[in-house]
């Protein structure tokens, strides 16, 4: 392919004809790696320690409650050359998983928070040449991704050395204004994102606490007005579902659910489906009604087993084996959908659960199950509705979030190798083009 105007390939590919690629090495200075921490120096409160998990895509530290650690005052005091604070680059050179999702990836410190820095962790001062938020933004991208990867050893615990990070090569805008500019643009992508992913997880958090009060039958310890305890024996007729191998989900055009999707793929409700199978196969498969309840009958823990998903569509689909089926009978489906993962049934399937490599439930074990449901179908569909508008809601939001990583994707692809240039480059007089 011919190159466009103004611009020159290279080993980190097409950039413009006015940048440089430049070894890390020469961009960064005042390189600080991880205490040398055991066990014992971990403490309940003191000083702050950076652990790995916190440096994440996006470009700022964001340390989980549950996963802060801290270290004492004096452990902090011995080991100051360890200690980094908000004037320091962060990145990551050492990977628990072997593929290194997250090496070499970089943050920014956004409190004045002195912290120690774990084993792994490093920090660095940038120099004049460069603004550190553009090495920030350009770690998320893939192909300095690949770049890390290629220079990362080990294979159970993988970790690039300092030399090897130091000597690898990234193309680099010709001044820090430029530099500055696509840091900008792109820090505000992700500010937008970081907020609308909060946003999630408020929502999130508001669903699960409207479902521990719609869906617990007692209230002060009584069980609610209304409410009526019963089997889950009780409210239908249990079936199986039957045949369709791993080999023929993709076979035809007939919906199908598998065991295995309702633990990966469904929560709750089925949404949509992802095996389809031909007319042969679903001959030998459990063809569904609307209303079905479908619990997995097979799973890795007796913790998960039994995991329930309502299947509400009009199409013609069907259940493939592993499948325990239960249609019920003058109950809203929906509501059941929600009910039955609860954490109360939950426990209950699990002390049904047999076997320990490959945990099963059978439909006499689901059948034996005590559950407490209102006895109008009216209040049944009340709450079902309410959490199904949540869960609507949520999906809505999710979906803008992946339109807006999409856009920080493309935005970065076109920034940071100089396809589209936000500052108008200089010609060789110094002047602006």
Known sequence: MELKPGYQQTEVGVIPEDWVICPIGDLVEGFRGGAPFKPSDFTDSGVSVLPKGGVIRGGILDIKENDKQFCSPSFAGTHLNNQIDSAYTIVVLRDLVPSGPSIGLMVKIPTSEIYVLAQGVYG??????VVAGYLIQLSNTSSYRKLMNSIMVGSTQVHITNTSFKLARIPLPPTRTE????????????????SLTRLIAKKRQIKQGAMQTLLNPYENGQLKAGWVVKKLGDIGV????????KDEAQSGS????????????????????HSFISNDIAKT???????????????ETKEEIGKCVAFLNESVAFAGGDIVILSPI?????FLGYYLNTNTINKQKASMGQGD????????ALANIDIAVPEKSKEQTRIAILLSDMDTEIAALEAKLAKYQQIKQGMMQNLLTGRIRLVKPENKTGAVA
């Open 124 to 129: 660095f001062k940038v120099n004049k040449q």
């Open 179 to 194: 530099q500055t500019t696509i840091a900008n643009v792109l820090s505000d992508a992700d500010a937008l994102i970081q």
């Open 238 to 245: 249990f079936t199986k579902g039957s045949g369709v191998r």
């Open 254 to 273: 007939l919906p199908c659910i598998r065991y295995g999707e309702i633990y990966t793929r469904h929560n709750d409700y089925i949404k949509k489906f």
């Open 285 to 299: 498969a459990k063809q569904l009604k609307k209303g079905d309840l479908l619990f997995a009958g097979s799973g």
């Open 330 to 334: 003058s109950i809203d489906s929906l």
């Open 357 to 364: 490599a490959v945990v099963h439930i059978s439909a006499t």
